[in-house]
């Protein structure tokens, strides 16, 4: 049996002379270190060995293993646990650039503005002003998307482009213009040219497969050494937040062969697992002849990069998630807006049949219960041409999801990929879709006493805290939402469970469970150093935690001087 599946019984069991030369590069005590090994133990002291664990136990033990070249670390107390994954965040290491307006940290609608304004004012005649996607509404003290006419008082002749998260865009005057949107315009299936409320036009919104009227510039390539700088920028950051690993769901083959350049070139500091994204405008057909000259299918690559599969969708996002029951007034239209259905379910049930007979894994982007039914329907044809039970398939979102579903995604072997929208949208989605509704969003609860396995994530949606893991981890377990109190406290979970959905059952879902999510021998030695215990602390304290260091593989990639070696 080979040292890497031995813990320190097993080494200690062997020869004098042969345990001897087996020695730690690591070694930390006086912690209160997670396992989440099969008893749940928490341990004082852990010893690390290359790039994985090599055992956990008592100071006393772990010393065992010191040898003449050891780090021994003295933790001082503080509490580590597996290293954090998301399931679900989106790379912007190439969309923020310097003529990108930044609204990420805004919180007012005038700070908003004055962000454009500023970008407009440097802009040359007809270049088009465009923003960053990672903020929402919720975050403003005005709890509202800015109008047209909001644009128009600060650039009332340069097009601005306003992008909300992965389904909205809002346009100025000028904007809407230039590429002949007018209130005479017909929403495009699977789209909607918002009107607004209080007059007899349209306010500037466009949703989903609206944004297709829109043609935005192309902009100047970037260099491959450019890419993996910025690659290698945002890892440092997600390291600062305790992230060591990510799935990006909705990547090109271009971001993938950047992200194994940034490995082969020794500089990644977090696992990805890529998700390729279909273009919903591309039949099955076609798709599977561009797929047939790929040299991998789903699972290829290592313990730094590897692909997951592809990434489907089938709806919109909050403002148009696609629903059985029509949504609140006024955004139900007197009854008769239930969102967007963005992919018609024959083209998903071709695509989906074909990814089955190549084995690549389809993830398919849901919100609305409609939406989650056109999946399931999809998944069960499949099923029947090709068992996929032990496959790991799954729904990402799945905001809304009835108990006839629940059966039918645990009966499916599906996994929910789950975000914490609710945490910043709660207000938002109370007013689309009613609190009944909003309370209901995300029914992990349901979902973990059903059976089913749950991976959780970000999807980019905390704009103070950016994937922060640790704020996931309390909306889980508090339900509480930054704008409307506790939402759905039913669904809230236990602390364990959280910190399983974040580590282990990010690894379950990606195929790795046997390398990552707990600190047990032969695991990589991916782990959080936080500066209290978020097992015990009570509620009103976890908003305190603190990353205090971050290892991947071993190795302190933040934090370094809060974990020096003894002296």
């Given amino acids: 049996m080979s040292v890497r599946l031995l813990g320190l019984a097993g080494l200690l069991a062997g020869s004098a002379a042969s345990a001897q030369t087996v020695t730690a590069d690591v070694i930390i005590h006086n912690a209160r270190i997670v396992t989440q090994d099969a008893a749940d133990q928490v341990v ?18 772990m010393l065992t293993l010191k040898g003449a070249k050891s780090c021994v670390i003295d933790a001082r107390g503080m509490t580590i646990v597996p290293g954090f994954a998301d399931g679900h965040v989106h790379s912007k290491a190439k969309t923020i650039r310097p003529e990108t307006v930044d609204l990420t940290p805004v919180k007012t609608l005038a700070e908003l503005l004055a962000r454009i304004d500023a970008q407009v004012k440097k802009s040359a005649p007809g270049e088009i002003v465009i923003t960053t996607a990672d903020w929402h509404e919720a975050q403003l003290a005005e709890q509202r998307l800015p109008s047209r006419w909001d644009l128009d008082k600060v650039s009332p002749k340069t097009p601005v482009v306003v992008i909300r998260g992965g389904h909205q865009y809002v346009l100025n005057s000028a904007a809407l213009a230039k590429w002949n949107i007018t209130k005479a315009t017909v929403s495009p299936p699977g789209g909607a040219i918002v009107r607004a409320k209080d007059r007899d036009d349209i306010n500037g919104e466009l949703v989903d497969r609206a944004r297709d009227l829109v043609i935005m510039p192309e902009r100047p390539p970037l260099t491959l050494d450019k890419r993996v700088a910025m690659l290698k920028a945002e890892q440092a950051r997600y390291n600062s937040l305790g992230v060591t690993s990510v799935r990006n769901p909705g990547a090109s083959l271009e971001d993938m062969r950047d992200y194994q350049e940034l490995a082969r070139r020794g500089d990644a500091t977090v696992r990805t697992s890529v998700l390729i994204r279909w273009d919903r405008k591309t039949p099955a057909s076609i798709y599977r002849k561009e797929l047939e000259t790929w040299p991998a299918i789903s699972g290829f690559g290592d313990k730094w990069v590897r692909l997951d599969g592809i990434k489907l969708g089938v709806d919109g996002g909050y403002e148009g998630g696609w629903m059985t029951e029509a949504y609140a007034e006024p955004y139900g239209k007197g009854g008769t807006y239930f969102g967007l259905n963005t992919v018609p379910g024959p083209l998903l049930g071709d695509v989906v049949k074909m990814l089955n007979e190549l084995d690549l894994r389809p993830s398919t982007h849901a919100v609305g219960d409609a939406a989650v039914d056109l999946v399931l329907d999809a998944y069960e044809a499949a099923d029947k041409e090709r068992g996929i039970g032990n496959r790991r398939w799954s729904i990402e979102h799945a905001f809304i999801t009835r108990p006839d579903q629940i059966e039918r995604i645990k009966r499916l072997g599906i996994v929910i990929s789950a975000q914490s929208h609710l945490y910043l949208a709660g207000s938002s989605l109370i007013e689309y879709w009613g609190r009944a509704r909003a309370e209901a969003v995300a029914p992990v609860r349901d979902w973990l006493d059903a059976g089913i396995h749950v991976a959780g994530g970000t999807d980019n949606k905390l704009p103070y805290y950016p994937e922060s893991p640790l704020l996931t981890f309390i909306h889980w377990v508090t339900r509480d939402t930054a704008s409307a109190g506790v939402l759905g406290k039913d669904q809230a979970i236990t602390r364990a469970e959280a910190l399983r959905i974040a580590t282990i059952e990010n690894a379950y879902l990606t195929f790795e469970e046997d390398i990552k999510g707990r600190l047990t021998p032969g695991m ?18 976890l908003a305190k935690t603190e990353v205090v260091a971050t290892m991947v593989g071993g190795k302190l990639v933040f934090g370094a001087d809060a974990m020096a070696c003894e002296k």
């Avoid at 991916?526 to 009103?540: S, W």
């Fill in 44 to 61: 004082p002291a852990i010893a690390l060995r290359g790039d994985e664990v090599l055992a956990a136990g008592s100071k006393r033990e």
């Fill in 524 to 541: 990589l030695a991916d782990m959080v150093v936080l500066n209290q215990d978020i097992m015990t602390v009570p509620d009103a304290a």
